[in-house]
């Protein structure tokens, strides 16, 4: 599943192929999404895109009309392409621009969205209750020491609860918490405002990196797959179960948590 930093580098790929574009089709050829697509979306046709917003893993395509919110799901991508490219399978969507190309919209397991909103799109049922954005500000030792008080629930399940703070999937959970030292079992309310401290450090440093890389090496979306992937970062914990430590050299322990997988070290991660 893309995480964070995936998204913000498609966001970052497809912008300059749509601010200022006008739309002059939005075809649907397989409504049956995560949830259907809804026949309002169409409302886009004939508006001009003002700009291209991540919250979250959403994409938010603005209009004065109203916002076309996107989620990539498990499997979704996009990528920019003449308007004439030959449809391929699992091409559910097209955004046409005047200017003949479109945003194509590939998702094989169809568990992604296409939705349309004209509220400020802040009061959206899927938006109006999640945490702050990881780079922001409004992510904070504070905010997030008063987030976990009194909570008995495992740290990294919070990191990962998008109402605490959006973003720290479980990749990037698992190397948070590893650079912060913090076992991943650890009551999130027993976790003093110093060892927060470092973690909100550590969160932001990792995905801002990724970003950062993912920018780096994937620019342009109109030669792309549309799939950023996960990027050629090295990965301390996530993955290397039953391996050793980079830091150490104690095998690294594989647990369930969650349903997810999380890797750490016992002897760096104590706290």
């Given amino acids: 599943m893309p995480e964070l ?8 790929g497809i912008s300059p192929h749509l601010v200022n574009q006008t739309v002059s089709d939005l075809i649907v050829r397989n409504a049956s999404l995560r949830w259907p697509v809804p026949e309002i979306c169409k409302n886009i046709i004939g508006q001009t895109i003002k700009q291209v917003r991540r919250r979250a893993k ?3 395509i603005d209009t004065d009309a109203g916002v076309t919110i996107v989620h990539l799901g498990m499997s979704g991508s996009l990528r920019i392409l003449p308007a004439h490219t030959p449809v391929e399978k699992h091409d559910h969507i097209d955004l046409v621009l005047q200017n003949g ?3 194509r919209y590939n998702d094989p397991r169809r568990f992604g969205a296409w ?7 802040e009061a959206h049922p899927l938006l109006a209750k999640l945490g702050p954005e990881p780079l922001s500000d409004a ?9 976990l008080a009194n909570k008995k629930k495992a740290i990294k399940l919070c990191l990962m609860d998008n109402h605490i703070v959006v973003g720290a999937g479980n990749i990037y959970a698992n190397e948070a918490l590893f650079a912060a030292g913090i076992h991943p079992q650890a009551a999130a309310g027993s ?3 110093e060892r927060l401290t470092i973690l909100v450090t550590e969160v932001k440093q990792i995905l801002a990196h990724a970003i950062k890389q993912g920018g780096t090496t ?3 979306f109109t030669n792309a797959d549309g799939k950023p992937g996960y990027f050629a970062q090295k990965l301390h914990v996530y993955g290397r179960g039953g391996e ?11 647990i369930k948590l969650g349903q997810r997988t999380t890797v750490f070290c016992g002897i760096c991660q104590t706290y």
């Fill in 191 to 193: 976790i003093d405002i």
């Fill in 218 to 220: 994937l620019k342009d």
């Fill in 5 to 12: 930093p995936e998204v913000e580098v498609t966001k970052q």
């Fill in 101 to 103: 190309r479109v945003l």
């Fill in 58 to 60: 959403y994409l938010l």
């Fill in 244 to 254: 050793s430590c980079t830091e150490c050299g104690n095998l690294l322990s594989e």
């Fill in 139 to 147: 992510f904070n030792p504070l905010q997030l020491q008063a987030a």
């Fill in 115 to 121: 939705l349309w909103y004209e509220l400020p799109e």
